[in-house]
């Protein structure tokens, strides 16, 4: 039996039974959440510093790097609990992420809104991602909230 989680309305990415999803991210990233929703509900939360001597309150485990990380999810005790792996910032780790070989997919959601901010995706390699037409659970057409309108794409690299 699979449950299933949205994205947008939808939301269909599957999770195994018994398992959860994990998410990776930086210091920054960490501390940019309101503390009220540390941890990210429902799932295994790693914190990436170099920094840091023990995970902050709340995170569930701490590495240096994001190699570090991935090896960490390779362990018996928490490979058996993961479902999916997903990178969720900063900047910098998203770019080291999308960089490392392998199959890679990329979960964006495009504001069709210019903001002022001070913090970016990195560029999108299309030589080596490819934007697919669809994706099982993820709608494809534009959405609005609040008068905001934007898309959710799905990006795959397979090298």
């Known amino acids: ?3 299933t989680r949205e994205v947008g309305n939808q939301k269909r990415i ?17 501390f940019s959440i309101p ?3 540390r941890p990210l509900k429902d799932r295994i939360n790693i914190v990436l510093s170099r920094e840091l001597k023990e995970p902050p309150q709340g995170a ?4 240096p790097s994001l190699d570090d990380a991935l090896k960490l999810i390779e362990q018996p ?8 792996v997903w990178v969720v ?5 998203y770019k080291e992420a999308m ?28 030589k080596k991602y490819r934007l697919l037409p669809k994706y099982p659970g993820v709608l494809s057409e534009v ?14 690299k397979n090298d």
């Open 77 to 84: 005790e928490l490979a058996s609990k993961v479902d999916l």
């Open 143 to 156: 959405q609005e909230e609040k008068g905001i309108q934007y898309k959710f794409e799905v990006y795959e």
């Open 99 to 126: 960089d490392r070989p392998g199959h890679v997919k990329l979960f964006l959601t495009r504001i069709m809104q210019e903001f002022e901010s001070d913090t970016f995706f990195p560029e999108i390699d299309l």
């Open 1 to 3: 039996m699979t449950f």
């Open 35 to 37: 503390e009220k929703n």
């Open 60 to 63: 569930h485990f701490l590495a």
């Open 14 to 30: 599957c999770l195994e039974k018994g398992k959860q999803n994990l998410v990776v991210m930086g210091r920054k990233t960490w």
């Open 89 to 93: 910032g900063g900047s910098a780790v």
